[in-house]
């Protein structure tokens, strides 16, 4: 065990207080992890939009002051009560959501749902007791998903955890904790594109990327990027993406379009922005008897799909998924393998890399659009 286990540990966290306000760096004190939890060192964290949304608290519940970060590498410092599945040393990634191992969810093949750890925006606090791990001279400050990872330290629940090769470098595999494999799963464990197939990208953020990436690396022959934003096209080639399409070049709805350049659809289509619109077109741009569209965005609460019945009945398949279908502890070591024997490009999605003490220039990166993902270098 760590000379600092069982104790509370003063490090540097980058907090918001504001809404939208810049994250100032403060003192915080980490409190020992309680029953199932780890306490984990932060070596490399990055910011994800998901971040930069509830920063902006714009349209949901605000919670402040809070500690954000959710993509992140570090080393376990110690373990609680009842954890046999990780050690002091180990190198691990944090996730948003979990695995608990016991319900149904998890002792499914099919789901990686999990009942007690599935991602919960609104909670501040630890499970096990509902109470926060962060506080400023006796403060609470909360939680974010679970992680909290713009912390020097962090405590997570353990099925929140997963144990990877400690020879793969954490400033490159951190991407993996969230969005990368988000839209990588997407692809490969949900669309399941054949070799040689054709697979339309709806979105080219850091998720459309990856779903790119799951195209690629599955051996798809024609890849075609969908976006409202046309320079990024010369971007989305490093991930494989050969043609592109705006819907603004066009006077027909894009699927219209889609179904035009490939004799009646592509046979797989991911969807990756939380427009409706763009959900309803990846579905009807796959083609009839075989094609399957995956919905990977999130929608507003109040937004409704609608489209036309027969294109169900014409055995077009429409699927969602939720973190790739990836189950974190059991599935996310794979994902770093995949990098580590060549097979998964990780470097690409790192546009920038910038000390923790400027933290906030990540955020000026990814509200001006320059940023894929961002690697903060804790200090």
């Not at 599935?118 to 909670?123: A, F, K, L, Q, Y």
């Not at 279908?325 to 994902?335: E, G, H, I, Q």
């Amino acid at each position: 065990m760590s000379i600092t286990a069982g104790k509370v540990i003063k490090c540097k966290a980058a907090v918001a207080w504001e809404a939208g306000k810049p994250l100032v760096i403060e003192e915080v004190e980490v409190a020992p992890p309680q029953a199932g939890e780890v306490r984990l060192k932060i070596l490399y964290t990055s910011l994800c939009h998901t971040d930069l949304y509830f920063w902006e608290a714009k349209g949901q519940t605000p919670l402040f002051p809070r500690i954000f970060g959710h993509e992140a590498g570090g080393i376990v410092e110690s373990i609680g009560e009842g954890v046999t599945n990780l050690k002091p040393g180990d190198h691990a990634l944090p996730v948003f959501t979990g695995e608990c191992g016991e319900c149904p969810h998890c002792k499914s093949e099919e789901s990686n749902m999990c009942d007690l750890l599935r991602i919960n925006t609104d909670r501040g606090v630890m499970i096990h007791d509902n109470k926060t791990r962060f506080s400023i001279k006796g403060k609470p400050i909360y939680h974010f998903v679970g992680t909290s990872t713009f912390s020097e330290y962090t405590v997570v629940h353990a099925g929140c955890v997963a144990k990877v090769n400690p020879a793969a470098p954490l400033d490159k595999i951190c991407v993996l904790s969230c969005g990368i494999s988000t839209g990588l799963g997407a692809t490969i464990n949900v669309a399941k594109p054949k070799p040689g197939s054709s697979v339309a990208i709806f979105g080219l953020g850091a998720v459309g990327l990856a779903a790119a990436e799951g195209a690629r690396i599955s051996g798809a022959k024609r890849i075609i990027g969908v976006d409202f934003v046309s320079s990024k096209f010369e971007e989305a080639k490093k991930f494989g993406v050969n043609e592109f399409v705006n819907p603004k070049d066009h006077n027909k709805p894009v699927q219209e379009v889609i179904a035009e350049m490939t004799n009646g659809g592509v046979d797989r289509a991911i969807e990756c922005t939380g427009s409706i619109q763009a959900m309803i077109s990846a579905f009807e741009c796959v083609h009839d008897g075989w094609g399957v569209a995956v919905l990977v965005g999130v929608p507003s609460k109040d937004d409704a799909f609608k489209t036309n019945p027969l294109n169900f009945l014409n055995e077009r398949t429409l699927k969602g998924t939720f973190y790739g279908n990836y189950k974190p502890r059991t599935d996310l070591p794979a994902v770093v393998e995949k990098y580590m024997n060549g097979e998964l490009e990780v470097e690409k999605f790192i546009t920038h890399t910038v000390p923790f003490s400027q933290i906030n220039k990540a955020f000026d990166y990814m509200l001006k659009g320059e940023s894929i993902r961002c690697i903060i270098r804790m200090e």
